[in-house]
């Protein structure tokens, strides 16, 4: 495609649940990011991809976070037992490797009753 | 760490005005890359312009220029002729190393007609 894809736009979830967050990368980038962005803030690194592993799981900020791109593509964000604190825009970006720029989806708005 | 500063959290000006945005940084590092994004109420985060640390000279794309004071550490954008369009928020953020881009908090910009 021609740009960073994520599905869905929006997800209502409600507390304790399990949610998942879809990436489509740009064909051809193999480094993929994941970032959070809650109101009124600057995006906040979660995980970085290199191909299929991840190089830098950092950001997440506990177990309940995991994420996988078993392809070296698609990349999904999971998120466990899901609190009110987690509600926030998730952005995904790719970009051709090392310093390059980060090119980024239009994000996902997950809303925690 | 290194951390992104932006002191300004909100400006508005006139159309065809000029208008500056302040960023500064903090790091020990002297190879770096810093970037300019802006985000629209779409939530889709677009890269402005681009500066990597070992060029002097200033990045310029179109209506877009930088002042980029490496020893001040200091990263600034100029909007030449401003257009409603270029109303969003703005993002000044910093990649070295690590690959995660760290951001700033943000400058909400108003272009009025």
């Given at each position: 495609g021609a740009g960073v894809s994520q599905t869905p736009s929006n997800k209502v979830t409600e507390k304790g649940k399990y949610v998942e967050l879809r990436c489509d990368p740009i064909s051809g980038h193999t480094a993929l990011y994941w970032y959070r962005q809650s109101l009124g803030q600057g995006p906040e690194f979660l995980i970085y991809f290199q191909g299929t592993g991840?190089?830098?799981?950092?950001?997440?900020?506990?177990?309940?976070f995991f994420a996988v791109r078993p392809e070296g593509s698609v990349s999904t964000l999971k998120i466990q037992r899901?609190?009110?604190?987690?509600?926030a825009v998730y952005l995904c970006a790719s970009s051709t490797g090392l310093a390059d720029t980060q090119y980024f989806g239009p994000g996902t708005r997950l809303t925690v009753l | 760490a290194q951390t992104v500063t932006q002191s300004q959290p909100e400006m508005s000006v006139q159309e065809a005005e000029t208008v500056t945005l302040s960023c500064t940084y903090d790091t020990s590092e002297n190879n770096y890359y810093l970037f300019w994004y802006k985000q629209p109420p779409s939530r889709q985060m677009i890269l402005v312009i681009r500066q990597e640390a070992y060029k002097q000279q200033n990045a310029t794309e179109n209506r877009f220029s930088v002042n980029f004071q490496k020893a001040a550490k200091s990263f600034s954008l100029k909007i030449s002729?401003?257009?409603?369009?270029?109303?969003a928020m703005y993002f000044c953020a910093f990649i070295q190393g690590a690959q995660k881009l760290v951001f700033g908090q943000g400058t909400r910009l108003t272009i009025n007609p």
């Open positions: 991840a190089a830098d799981d950092s950001g997440l900020p506990n177990d309940r899901t609190e009110r604190g987690d509600s | 002729d401003s257009q409603l369009g270029d109303t």
